[in-house]
């Protein structure tokens, strides 16, 4: 028995190469294995060399070598290619025995396979992974969902390899996160917050690239400066380094010779359609990948650029209280990206019954991912103050934070649109805020319009909530003079 592995991974591409070793540093026996198995061999032969691993040639091999219960991780392409290995695994498995999802997997997926597994009397853990491949060798933010039982044996693991956070570096982030595919569904959401704070900064970079003509060495330094403050964040941070990296080809900055044509890999427009399903406003995630989409008809923009016209997109004002609006625009708004992401899991627990933590949410973030930020802390306290909160907008912090940079922000979305400079996801982000702040929207007339057209009914402010009418518009009007 001591012989056998404590943990087994199927998949060594980069991410599974990586979350291998990081479990094997943490004093596991590891057992791999590998479609293409000359894979398997390289990496006995290379980066686990002298360490504690098995290598196996086929998973029935790999499954004899692992202790009961017995628990296999899955770090493949999303898609079939999990369902496949689930049904080659299951008869080799025993009632217990614990299979873990740890791929880039749509939640319904996962809600439908826990099921499927557990009617085979095996545990199925679906588990979002996030940090890239050095998380993954350093210490990832994991969100774990799934058969609540796997918990427990996984749980020393997964904490172990987890990146930590906290006065004394020794808070895991890493905490079940509920049932069935909630875990995968959190993990949806961090990609999509991720996805529009990357577009956010993004157009703060390019305000002030084309409204000031910052340099990229002048970029640098305001990027290193917002660090410090309430933007520190590791998106931040990468944003400062960029720009100083120089193309060893040519000498010139490499951000400048990088392709304006952004690509995706789905998450983001995961979340956006599950909102859509929802009835919930997830406006800037939405204006995230739609930015994207439109980068990526480059040689349409092209030739659009040679036909229609636009403003002079330079700032005439001053350039360093301009820079310290793009802060505070910046900063409002990603408190509106995040304000939305949590509606969203709200309304997505509420659907599902998933008994959700969204302290214990934001806590999973504070390290190891992408969308980690000190911002993080707040948004825990928020939730443990108030675990009914509403929305982060609604917590004094965030509301107070908001109010303090309105006025900043509103001229940076209105210079933009005056200057002709594209932020979509600022200007939904204000959007949002407006909308949300207000008692009455013009939602009345639309009520009207459905049902002069189509008879869809509708409630009125001097009757109870939920009371249905109709009016006859045809017959009421007034005849046009």
Same mark, same amino acid.
């Given at each position: 028995m001591s012989d056998l592995c404590d943990f087994g991974l199927i998949g060594l591409a980069v991410m599974g190469e990586n979350l291998a070793l990081n479990v094997e540093s943490r004093g596991y026996k590891v057992a791999v294995f590998n479609r293409t198995t000359s894979v398997v061999d390289k990496f006995i032969a290379g980066r686990a060399a002298g360490k504690n691993f098995v290598g196996c040639h086929s998973i029935e091999e790999l499954v004899k070598t692992l202790k009961p219960p017995r628990k296999v991780m899955m770090l493949v392409k999303a898609g079939p290619a999990v369902d496949s290995i689930i049904d080659q695994l299951i008869p080799l498995l025993d009632k217990g025995d614990i299979i873990i999802d740890g791929g880039n997997t749509f939640y319904a997926d996962t809600e439908r396979r826990?099921? &499927?597994? =557990? =009617?085979?009397?095996?545990?199925?853990?679906?588990?979002?992974?996030?940090? !890239? =491949?050095?998380?993954?060798?350093?210490?990832?933010?994991?969100?774990?969902?799934?058969?609540?039982?796997?918990?427990?044996?996984?749980?020393?693991?997964?904490?172990?390899?987890?990146?930590? +956070?906290?006065?004394?570096?020794?808070?895991?982030?890493? =905490?079940? +996160?509920?049932?069935?595919? $909630?875990?995968?569904?959190?993990?949806?959401?961090?990609?999509?917050?991720?996805? !529009?704070?990357?577009?956010?900064?993004?157009?703060?970079?390019?305000?002030?690239?084309?409204?000031?003509?910052?340099?990229? @060495?002048?970029?640098?330094?305001?990027?290193?400066?917002?660090?410090?403050?309430?933007? @520190?964040?590791?998106?931040?941070?990468?944003?400062?380094?960029?720009?100083?990296v120089k193309d060893p080809d040519t000498g010139d900055y490499m951000v400048d010779k990088v392709l304006d044509r952004a690509g995706a890999k789905g998450t983001g427009k995961w979340m956006s359609q599950l909102a859509l399903d929802l009835g919930v406003p997830s406006t800037l995630v939405t204006e995230a990948v739609y930015a994207r989409s439109l980068s990526a008809l480059k040689d349409e923009r092209v030739r659009a650029s040679?036909?229609?016209?636009?403003?002079?997109?330079?700032?005439?004002?001053?350039?360093?209280?301009?820079?310290?609006? +793009?802060?505070?625009?910046? &900063?409002?708004s990603k408190i509106v990206s995040y304000a939305q992401g949590f509606v969203q899991l709200q309304a997505a627990a509420a659907e599902h019954d998933w008994p959700l933590n969204y302290g214990d949410c934001a806590l999973l973030w504070r390290g190891g991912c992408i969308i980690r930020a000190v911002f993080l802390d707040r948004i825990k306290e928020a939730f443990d103050k108030?675990?009914? /909160?509403?929305?982060?907008?609604?917590?004094?912090?965030?509301?107070?934070?908001?109010?303090?940079?309105?006025?900043?922000?509103?001229?940076?979305?209105?210079? $933009?649109?005056? /200057?002709?400079?594209?932020?979509?996801?600022?200007?939904?982000?204000?959007?949002? &805020?407006?909308?949300?702040?207000?008692?009455?929207?013009?939602?009345?007339?639309?009520?009207?319009?459905?049902?002069?057209?189509? $008879?869809?009914?509708y409630e009125r402010t001097d009757k109870p909530r939920g009371q249905m009418f109709h009016t006859e518009w045809l017959e009421l009007r007034k005849e046009p003079s």
């Open positions: 826990t099921k &499927y597994v =557990e =009617e085979q009397g095996l545990l199925f853990c679906g588990t979002g992974v996030s940090g !890239g =491949e050095e998380g993954a060798l350093k210490g990832p933010s994991m969100m774990p969902g799934g058969s609540r039982g796997s918990w427990e044996h996984v749980k020393p693991i997964f904490q172990a390899i987890a990146a930590k +956070v906290g006065p004394n570096n020794d808070i895991p982030c890493c =905490e079940w +996160v509920g049932p069935r595919g $909630a875990g995968h569904y959190v993990k949806m959401v961090h990609n999509g917050i991720e996805y !529009g704070d990357m577009q956010l900064i993004c157009e703060a970079y390019f305000m002030m690239k084309e409204a000031l003509g910052l340099s990229n @060495d002048e970029l640098y330094d305001v990027f290193a400066e917002w660090n410090k403050g309430e933007l @520190d964040s590791y998106l931040i941070e990468i944003t400062r380094d960029i720009f100083s040679e036909v229609l016209e636009g403003p002079d997109p330079k700032y005439s004002g001053d350039k360093k209280e301009f820079i310290e609006q +793009v802060r505070h625009a910046l &900063y409002a108030d675990p009914r /909160l509403e929305n982060l907008l609604l917590a004094p912090y965030f509301g107070e934070a908001v109010e303090k940079a309105q006025d900043a922000w509103r001229h940076v979305v209105a210079t $933009a649109a005056t /200057l002709g400079i594209p932020v979509p996801a600022f200007a939904t982000a204000l959007a949002y &805020y407006d909308g949300y702040r207000r008692a009455n929207l013009p939602a009345n007339l639309l009520q009207s319009q459905r049902d002069y057209f189509g $008879a869809h009914t």
